[in-house]
């Protein structure tokens, strides 16, 4: 559809942008803090370690005064579960408390609007050790944790996100390090399915909760939304898309508004002999959960093609690249789109196909909750990142969240991947997504000062103008 004129960005638009606390904080076993799965994992080969980060924790009122220089409206972060209850469940560590009291508060200072992310690939390693999501009393340990959140903060954050991208924590958990597998584990689908479906039932008893404890506050699921293609207009590629689509995107979504279990996803379940067991009353559960908004992060579409189930099973690849499930799906590459240097496919129309689909779906408000370029960023000797390729990246995306409004769809606002450079799940802190720079490597850790990238600027403009100027600094 060409609109003759787009509309405008909403008043009150949430322009900001994401961290999570497992990528960006650093201190991960300071002042009481537990280790989370992140912090025992094994790193890929030359990466950072998580001791570090950007040291935001150290740095958060520096970082926080860049952002309102920014005019940032709204800074979305992530508690670390481990911050609060270094062992999951059992004491509260006042220290983790005070900490994101005092990062709440700075924010508040300047007029943003906090957006937390309840939990962001970091199960505490304590709890792990109990058998993770797969043990079904994960339900009450993360109903804990969503109270003890609601107590401390419910009465400055008025916007929370359950769990970020469960859907990549089930499809490439051991690509994140996050996937616990029990020994001997027989039928990882069926073990993999199970975790999911505490997750599920644990998100939909904390929007009831968050209800019930904050009736002002608004809550909602963060996935990874990506309108899955067809390789062709081949029948069979369709029906293969639209299975991936169900199993990628809308398995998510679906039980998060309307409860119900996306019928493509449960026969796939069924051909493996891997349903999840389901208890008297979960369903009850998951009904009575409403969320107000839906928050998604995305990066990219995605591309299939029909499988007769003969191709061997591909490696797992990551969140934007895994897709081929024998006899389900098959990747395809879609070659009308560029790639990033880390090899993702760029695909602003693709930012619109989403939201619309996603609307006429759910008809729900929604907010972006990630979107962001991937590069290696190069510091100049006078102190400069000229970082034109993220610029156009954003530009490209911002426009196509303008078309989707003029499409009728409604939009809270748009947080982008990522505030401030920040180390990646798996390929370090190399890949940076920031409009902050901040000096350090995976190799050593730098000195930590921050700099002003050109998108800096740039974005700074966006926002005084609330996305009427995306023109060139
Ligand atoms: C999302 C995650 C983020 C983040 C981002 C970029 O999947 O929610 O935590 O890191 O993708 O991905 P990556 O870090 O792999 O480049």
Request: glycine share 8%.
């Amino acid at each position: 559809m060409i609109h003759k004129k787009l509309k405008p960005f909403p008043e009150g638009f949430f322009w900001g942008a994401s961290t999570s606390a497992y990528q960006v904080e650093g201190a991960n076993l300071e002042d009481g803090k537990g280790p989370s799965c992140q912090d025992v994992k094994e790193l890929p080969a030359g990466t950072a370690d998580l001791k570090t980060c950007a040291d935001h924790y150290h740095h958060y009122k520096e970082d926080v005064a860049l952002m309102a220089e920014m005019g940032f409206k709204s800074y979305r972060f992530s508690i670390a579960w481990t911050r609060l209850l270094p062992e999951g469940t059992g004491k509260v560590n006042p220290k983790g408390i005070e900490f994101y009291n005092n990062l709440i508060n700075e924010i508040k200072k300047y007029g943003m609007e906090p957006i937390v992310t309840m939990f962001h690939f970091d199960m505490p390693a304590a709890l792990d050790q109990r058998g993770s999501w797969g043990n079904r009393d994960s339900v009450d340990w993360f109903l804990n944790f969503a109270k003890v959140m609601f107590e401390n903060f419910g009465d400055r954050v008025k916007y929370w996100l359950t769990i970020n991208e469960q859907n990549m924590l089930t499809l490439v958990g051991p690509v994140i390090g996050t996937l616990y597998i029990p020994e001997g584990c027989k039928n990882v689908i069926k073990e993999v399915y199970q975790q999911n479906h505490h997750m599920l039932l644990a998100q939909a008893k904390a929007m009831v909760l968050c209800h019930e404890m904050l009736p002002d506050a608004k809550i909602g699921p963060a996935p990874n939304i990506s309108l899955v293609y067809p390789a062709s207009c081949k029948p069979e590629d369709i029906t293969a898309a639209q299975n991936f689509n169900a199993m990628r995107n809308w398995l998510y979504l679906d039980m998060a508004v309307y409860g119900v279990y996306n019928n493509l996803v449960w026969a796939y379940l069924e051909e493996h002999d891997a349903c999840p067991d389901i208890q008297e009353g979960d369903m009850d559960i998951m009904k009575q959960a409403h969320p107000d908004f839906i928050g998604f992060n995305y990066y990219n579409t995605k591309t299939v093609q029909y499988s007769d189930g003969t191709e061997a099973k591909e490696a797992l690849g990551d969140q934007q690249s895994m897709s081929s499930f024998p006899g389900f799906s098959k990747g395809a590459a879609n070659p009308n789109l560029p790639r990033t240097e880390f090899n993702w496919e760029i695909d602003p129309v693709g930012f619109r196909n989403t939201i619309r689909e996603m609307y006429s779906r759910y008809r729900l408000p929604m907010l972006v909750t990630e979107n962001g370029l991937g590069a290696y960023d190069t510091l100049t000797e006078d102190g400069k990142i000229h970082d034109t390729y993220r610029i156009k990246y954003y530009q490209d995306h911002i426009i196509q969240i303008q078309e989707a409004i003029s499409d009728g769809c409604e939009m809270l606002g748009y947080n982008p991947w990522s505030a401030i450079d920040l180390v990646s799940t798996h390929e370090g802190i190399r890949k940076r997504y920031g409009f902050i720079y901040v000096d350090t490597t995976d190799e050593k850790v730098g000195s930590l000062k921050r700099y002003r990238k050109d998108s800096f600027f740039w974005y700074k403009k966006v926002i005084a103008s609330n996305g009427a100027d995306l023109s060139n600094l």
